[in-house]
């Protein structure tokens, strides 16, 4: 792919399938033939290209949009009617911004200067203004603040009327950016400068690919070199975005890790957000304007909807084309930073501190906590940076990632939990599940079952596949349980159950299986998958840059599946999400852990009620994390594994596997009406099992 050649170079016209004008998308470079025939095998994989991600949530929208997004690292683009003016409602707030911040650069302001609030001038839609009384004299950077971090109106119009009502649109055309335009001051038509234009857009005028301009403008400190704004202020300006509190839109539905620093807009049939995403896989800079929307709620409208969905595709689909770009080296942890790093950060601090010296865990790395550092530098005999590095990380030792403190793996794992007494008493099958089976573990044989042939979304059972996958290689390549995975973006950010695994970090494969099965966790999937599958490409007919490794891991899941004889299963992915063609039947998944439980480590690993691991970062720091299994049956003597599996699709699933008296049966039951039902169910179906003697079950 050619992700790296110029913007201009690359540029592709396609007619528009959401209906008129032009979609400028992606690179002229479509993937390969090798790259199409795995995804194919594999049924899955990240779209193809932004406008395969994008095209599917904005065609059935009702009402105008305009998109335009582009990756700042590498140039990718892509743009739908990215060249048409249209309203930008208060998103023309961030033009503003800039232009008070060039009235700094020239001197016709400083952002100190006193700007005194009267009566009269005073709008609606001025939720903080509101709170303040009539003479209230605060500094002109203040104004600018409440106008982009709560779109305060009142504020915003003390900042035009500072800088001059023509400074912004002025600016903006010596920026080449002509169509963005502020047509009047906030609910103040008759202030307009365009009166013709403030008919047909309102407040102010843009287009989708002028405002991803701007913002990239920013981002690259173009700005600054052009002396349109003081040297050293991109970091305020987007600052100052980063403080906007309306998350109603692109914010909302973001994956974990990126943060977004961006402005909205909202009238009534306009809903609009630009801004830059930033995290694994940027930075992004994106517009999306909206209008003619036919849903014109105030709050939880489609366009609103749309907007967020758009900002998960575009942040998903950069993590995963970009998760190699994630340095390789140790990262520094400085002011500015936020997250859960952090809060462990400050919790180990404390740990370590006087007590009067300790910080508050609030996820925030602001002075506080870098003079907290500095202060356990100084007692360490480091030099006072205030910055973590990995002497620091090292010095600190093992992070504190909960209170109480999580124990050491060595004290986790050789704790005994205790047993329950057995249950064997026999009965009829009771089940809310709609489909199960039971079959003897020693011979195969099916002992009852109810739709146990119908093909039906088998959820996070899939990891039963994803493990034995794992360890089939691992038969051939002992050393493969010792090699050690960096954590992908992708894995680190994929949702739904966890192992609570970070971008970065470091894990041998033999404790990533116990991730996998224990806590279910989805991340792990996508590690292992991603891992086992780039030695798979390797060894493959393709060149192993040509394929998605986890889409060529997939794909051996799918022949595995037909080796031990499954004919009507089908996996999509690693972790059991649901999926078109992702299923499987109960009496397949029996099969399944019959040939997997011949494997004496998944038997261990299944049959592990809690695992403690030790988890590196390539950051330089480490954690202790405790995995518990999900598989509430482990406490009861008798039963020893296998794999739980909830979505809303799939209802509460459980594949199990028990012991009476010698004879050791399999358990599946699929679409239980809840966690606790499917438990009722699999030890009802047990008794009944075990109460047919062997000698004359089916």
Same mark, same amino acid.
């Given at each position: 792919?050619?992700?790296?050649?110029?913007?201009?170079?690359?540029?592709?016209?396609?007619?528009?399938?959401?209906?008129?004008?032009?979609?400028?998308?992606?690179?002229?470079?479509?993937?390969?033939?090798?790259? =199409?025939?795995?995804?194919?095998?594999?049924?899955?994989?990240?779209?193809?290209?932004?406008?395969?991600?994008?095209? !599917?949530? /904005?065609?059935?929208?009702?009402?105008?949009?305009?998109?335009?997004?582009?990756?700042?690292? %590498?140039?990718?683009?892509?743009?739908?009617?990215?060249?048409?003016?249209?309203?930008?409602?208060?998103?023309?707030? *961030?033009?503003?911004?800039?232009?008070?911040?060039?009235?700094?650069?020239?001197?016709?302001?400083?952002?100190?200067?006193?700007?005194?609030?009267?009566?009269?001038?005073?709008?609606?839609?001025?939720?903080?203004?509101?709170?303040?009384?009539?003479?209230?004299?605060?500094? #002109?950077?203040?104004?600018?603040?409440?106008?982009?971090?709560?779109?305060?109106?009142?504020?915003?119009?003390?900042?035009?009327?500072?800088?001059?009502?023509?400074?912004? %649109?002025?600016?903006?055309?010596?920026?080449?950016?002509?169509?963005?335009?502020?047509?009047?001051?906030?609910? =103040?038509?008759?202030?307009?400068?365009?009166?013709?234009?403030?008919?047909?857009?309102?407040?102010?005028?843009?287009?989708?690919?002028?405002?991803?301009?701007?913002?990239?403008?920013?981002?690259?400190?173009? #700005?600054?070199?052009?002396?349109?704004?003081?040297?050293?202020?991109? !970091?305020?300006?987007?600052?100052?975005?980063?403080?906007?509190?309306?998350?109603?839109?692109?914010?909302?539905?973001?994956?974990?890790?990126?943060?977004?620093?961006?402005?909205?807009?909202?009238?009534?049939?306009?809903?609009?957000?630009?801004?830059? *995403?930033?995290?694994?896989?940027?930075?992004?800079?994106?517009?999306?304007?909206? %209008?003619?929307?036919?849903?014109?709620?105030?709050?939880?409208?489609?366009?609103?909807?749309?907007?967020?969905?758009?900002?998960?595709?575009?942040?998903?689909?950069?993590?995963?084309?970009?998760?190699?770009?994630? !340095?390789?080296?140790?990262?520094?942890?400085? &002011?500015?930073?936020?997250?859960?790093?952090?809060?462990?950060? &400050?919790?180990?601090?404390?740990?370590?501190?006087?007590?009067?010296?300790?910080?508050?865990?609030?996820?925030?790395?602001?002075?506080?906590?870098?003079?907290?550092?500095?202060?356990?530098?100084?007692?360490?005999?480091?030099?006072?940076?205030?910055?973590?590095?990995?002497? %620091?990380?090292?010095?600190?030792?093992? #992070?504190?990632?909960?209170?109480?403190?999580?124990?050491?793996?060595?004290?986790?794992?050789?704790?005994?939990?205790?047993?329950?007494?057995?249950?064997?008493?026999?009965?009829?099958?009771?089940?809310?599940?709609?489909?199960?089976?039971?079959?003897?573990?020693?011979?195969?044989?099916?002992?009852?079952?109810?739709?146990?042939?119908?093909?039906?979304?088998?959820?996070? /059972?899939?990891?039963?596949?994803?493990?034995?996958?794992?360890?089939?290689?691992?038969?051939?390549?002992?050393?493969?349980?010792?090699?050690?995975?960096?954590?992908?973006? =992708?894995?680190? &950010?994929?949702?739904?159950?966890?192992?609570?695994? =970070?971008?970065?970090?470091?894990?041998?494969?033999?404790?990533?299986?116990?991730?996998?099965?224990?806590?279910?966790?989805?991340?792990?999937?996508?590690?292992?998958?991603?891992?086992?599958?780039?030695? $798979?490409?390797?060894?493959?007919?393709?060149?192993?840059?040509?394929?998605?490794?986890?889409?060529?891991?997939?794909?051996?899941?799918?022949?595995?599946?037909?080796?031990?004889?499954?004919?009507?299963?089908?996996?999509?992915?690693?972790?059991?999400?649901?999926?078109?063609?992702?299923?499987?039947?109960?009496?397949?998944?029996?099969? *399944?852990?019959?040939?997997?439980?011949?494997?004496? *480590?998944?038997?261990?690993?299944?049959?592990?009620? &809690?695992?403690?691991?030790?988890?590196?970062?390539?950051?330089?720091?480490?954690?202790?994390?405790?995995?518990?299994?999900?598989?509430? $049956?482990?406490?009861?003597?008798?039963?020893?594994?296998?794999?739980?599996?909830?979505?809303?699709?799939?209802?509460?699933?459980?594949?199990?596997?028990?012991?009476?008296?010698?004879?050791?049966?399999?358990?599946?039951?699929?679409?239980?009406?809840?966690?606790?039902?499917?438990?009722?169910?699999?030890?009802?179906?047990?008794?009944?099992?075990?109460?047919?003697?062997?000698?004359?079950?089916?």
């Amino acid at each position: 792919m050619t992700c790296g050649a110029a913007r201009e170079e690359r540029w592709d016209h396609a007619v528009d399938r959401a209906g008129g004008g032009t979609s400028v998308v992606g690179w002229r470079g479509r993937p390969c033939s090798w790259w =199409r025939w795995w995804r194919g095998a594999a049924g899955r994989g990240p779209a193809d290209s932004l406008e395969d991600a994008l095209l !599917p949530l /904005i065609t059935p929208h009702e009402g105008r949009v305009a998109v335009a997004v582009e990756h700042l690292a %590498t140039g990718e683009w892509y743009g739908l009617r990215a060249d048409e003016p249209m309203p930008t409602a208060s998103l023309v707030k *961030l033009p503003v911004m800039v232009a008070a911040y060039r009235a700094v650069r020239e001197g016709r302001v400083t952002l100190a200067d006193r700007v005194a609030l009267t009566a009269a001038d005073r709008v609606p839609g001025s939720r903080v203004v509101e709170l303040l009384s009539d003479g209230a004299d605060l500094p #002109l950077v203040d104004w600018i603040r409440m106008m982009i971090a709560t779109s305060d109106n009142t504020a915003t119009n003390l900042v035009v009327e500072r800088i001059g009502r023509p400074a912004t %649109t002025a600016l903006m055309h010596d920026l080449g950016l002509g169509e963005i335009r502020l047509n009047s001051l906030v609910y =103040r038509r008759d202030t307009s400068l365009d009166p013709d234009r403030s008919r047909l857009y309102g407040l102010g005028s843009g287009t989708a690919a002028e405002f991803v301009r701007l913002l990239a403008m920013l981002h690259g400190g173009e #700005l600054e070199s052009r002396g349109i704004i003081p040297a050293g202020s991109s !970091p305020a300006l987007v600052g100052h975005l980063l403080a906007c509190d309306d998350t109603r839109m692109v914010p909302r539905e973001l994956p974990t890790g990126w943060r977004c620093a961006h402005k909205t807009g909202a009238v009534s049939g306009s809903r609009t957000d630009a801004g830059l *995403l930033l995290g694994p896989g940027g930075p992004v800079a994106y517009c999306i304007l909206t %209008t003619d929307n036919k849903d014109r709620r105030v709050e939880g409208s489609a366009a609103e909807d749309l907007a967020a969905a758009c900002g998960r595709e575009i942040a998903g689909y950069f993590a995963a084309r970009h998760a190699e770009d994630r !340095p390789t080296g140790p990262q520094p942890l400085a &002011q500015g930073a936020t997250g859960v790093v952090v809060e462990e950060l &400050q919790r180990t601090l404390n740990a370590r501190l006087p007590a009067g010296a300790r910080l508050g865990v609030d996820g925030d790395f602001g002075p506080a906590t870098a003079a907290g550092v500095r202060a356990f530098q100084k007692e360490a005999g480091l030099p006072e940076t205030g910055i973590v590095d990995t002497a %620091t990380w090292q010095a600190l030792g093992t #992070l504190l990632t909960a209170d109480p403190a999580v124990p050491a793996p060595e004290m986790v794992n050789a704790e005994r939990l205790p047993l329950a007494g057995a249950d064997g008493v026999a009965g009829p099958p009771r089940t809310t599940a709609p489909s199960w089976v039971i079959v003897d573990a020693a011979s195969g044989r099916r002992v009852a079952g109810r739709e146990a042939d119908t093909a039906r979304s088998p959820a996070s /059972i899939t990891k039963v596949m994803t493990a034995l996958v794992v360890l089939r290689m691992a038969a051939t390549d002992p050393g493969l349980l010792d090699e050690v995975i960096t954590v992908s973006t =992708r894995a680190g &950010q994929e949702t739904g159950s966890s192992a609570t695994l =970070r971008p970065g970090d470091r894990l041998s494969v033999r404790e990533m299986l116990y991730g996998l099965m224990l806590p279910s966790g989805n991340d792990a999937s996508v590690a292992l998958g991603e891992h086992c599958g780039a030695k $798979l490409a390797a060894a493959g007919p393709a060149p192993a840059d040509a394929v998605d490794p986890l889409d060529v891991f997939i794909a051996r899941m799918n022949a595995t599946a037909a080796e031990v004889g499954l004919t009507r299963t089908g996996y999509r992915n690693t972790h059991g999400k649901t999926a078109p063609g992702h299923e499987t039947t109960a009496a397949e998944i029996a099969t *399944l852990v019959r040939v997997a439980m011949a494997m004496p *480590l998944f038997r261990e690993i299944v049959a592990t009620r &809690q695992r403690g691991a030790t988890i590196a970062s390539t950051d330089g720091y480490r954690r202790h994390v405790v995995w518990n299994n999900t598989n509430r $049956l482990l406490p009861i003597a008798g039963y020893s594994g296998v794999k739980t599996g909830t979505t809303a699709a799939a209802g509460c699933c459980l594949a199990a596997w028990g012991e009476h008296e010698g004879r050791e049966l399999v358990v599946v039951v699929l679409g239980a009406t809840s966690t606790d039902a499917r438990y009722v169910d699999a030890r009802n179906l047990f008794a009944h099992g075990w109460a047919l003697p062997a000698a004359v079950a089916p």
